[in-house]
């Protein structure tokens, strides 16, 4: 396969097994020349790319601003908080009127669940999603899989367990997809309250007890509580949660084998995680964030070969 079964990146749920082969194979390539001295390639000198951010990200953003400009793209940033979106304006005359600039790609936070999606469909341009509400976030997901597979080599076979808020998480969804069209067996974990019903249709395993979870897995990746989703109370203390689904330093020894300790960020550390776990030689979550680059250029880099044809 060479090219993208794909015409944007909306989701996990649109790929094929290949697709994720591919944006591997193109993100080793990446990965090699941003390690180089000149870490920048000229492919995409005719691309102009929008970031456009209607809810807070530090790692996506700068990630995907670095991924276009190592690939020599010209690259436009928008922010919500400081637009005219505060005076009324709709998504679609937003990004119609930023499409008018000449833009061939659109990368999209945004709070909605589907918004991407509505968007392709209503403009003349690539789209990646950047995080869709509590959807899907598939370009951390095939960041998390590229980091598994560094490490431990494929991704195929592997058990990795996903820890804390699976309810509220594009993250969650976009990995378990992702994990699973690889051939790895996921587990999800956390307090009852914070796991969907409608996990048990896609074929994961549950455990609500830490210990359990972690001494099957092979990776643990650890979500962040996100309290600006809730509403409502869904455990009765922060302490309560960290003491049943926090991993420390302890803990992590205690177990029968060693395990990786992945996490999409941002931290809360002392709640997930303690600081001696996420700083650890067991944890990859830095390794996360640069493969992320190599990976967004490899996304980039590939739905943009798709416009020149
Ligand atoms: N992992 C992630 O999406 O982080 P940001 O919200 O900082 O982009």
Redesign the pocket.
Known sequence: MSELSVNHLLGIKYLKKEDIKLIFETADHFKEVINRPIKKVPSLRDITIANLFFE??????LSFELAQKRLSADVINFSSAQSSVKKGETLIDTVNNILSMKVDMVVMRHPNPGAGVFLSKHVNARIVNA?DGAHE?PT?ALLDSYSIREKHGEVKGKKVVIVGDILHSR?ALSNIFALQLQGAEVMVCGPKTLIPKYINKLGVKVETNLRKALNWCDVANMLRVQNERMDISYFPSTREYTQQFGVTKDLLNSLDKKITIMH???INRGVEITSDVADSDQSIILDQVENGVAVRMAVIYLLASKIKQ
Request: glycine share 16%.
């Open positions: 807070n990200s530090t790692r996506t953003k995080g976030h951390q993250v999409p960020g941002p």
